[in-house]
């Protein structure tokens, strides 16, 4: 299936010209927000409408590259920005 240009630019959220990535260990820091507020996944799941397993799987770090929407609803129900868990490719890199 050939992808929008609509979701590839959602799927690598542009800012300026560069290309955005995940932040590394985004995964963990998801999971350190939703137990600060002693929330469960299936909590979570309910109130994201996201899958508990996918849940999961981006917090145990089995899925790196999550759906932008699917991230912009669970860090709606944790309270906190999806910008803050993407950064600048070449800043990623730099860092690694």
């Known amino acids: 299936m050939r992808e929008t240009k609509k979701s590839f630019l959602f799927k ?3 800012k ?4 955005m990535i995940w ?3 985004f995964g963990k820091m998801i999971k ?6 002693g929330m ?6 309910k109130l994201s409408h996201v ?4 849940i999961a799987d981006i917090e145990n770090g089995k ?10 609803n669970i860090c709606d ?9 993407i950064v600048d490719e070449k800043k990623r890199l730099k860092n690694d």
């Open 23 to 25: 932040v590394k260990n």
């Open 77 to 85: 129900v944790l309270d906190t920005s999806v910008f803050f868990y």
């Open 40 to 45: 469960s996944r299936g909590r979570l799941q």
């Open 32 to 37: 350190e927000e939703r137990l600060s507020w």
């Open 51 to 54: 899958d508990r397993e996918t």
């Open 16 to 19: 300026g010209g560069k290309k």
């Open 63 to 72: 899925i790196l590259d999550p759906d932008f929407y699917e991230m912009l």
């Open 12 to 14: 690598f959220i542009k």
